[in-house]
């Protein structure tokens, strides 16, 4: 991690590693010469508390940690680094992207679309290349982050999937 691009997401990160969030998780959505996704959890309770903030489960809503705020991006969105996923303002929870490519420019624009590096892989670039894509970006997170590994197994059973998640 690298707080010194973006303090938030790297400690948001972290904490996530630290929580044991990511262990056999899979990357859901790969898309080769573009990005690789991951984030919703195998772990459908830590679903719960980190992603359903937007639902009518009221009990789920007071367990729910809060987005992340909007930082300023320092580095471009190069091939290797990671950012946070939004679905607009303010939004970062836990999904996180790996650049397939460099994503700064033309075509794909996500430095202007405010996407903010907060790391980089140092180690098993050649392993991310490797990232099942049969599935491209056809898994419903919702669904997903519900039912959680039972989902991905049972529907998704090729995808490639997070072991363990160390910050080095």
Known sequence: CHPDWAPGAAARFKELVELGFYKDSPFFRVLPGFIAQFGISADKEKNKTWMYCDTSDKEAAKLCKQPLPDEPRK?????????????????????????LTDNSGLPNFLDGQGFVPFARIV?????VKKLNDEYKGSVNQGKAAFYGQEYFEKIFPKLSVIRDAKIL
């Open 75 to 99: 580095v471009p969105n190069k091939k290797g680094t990671l950012s946070f996923a939004s679905s607009g303002k303010n939004s970062r929870r836990t999904q996180v992207f790996i650049n």
């Open 123 to 127: 180690r098993g670039e050649d392993i």
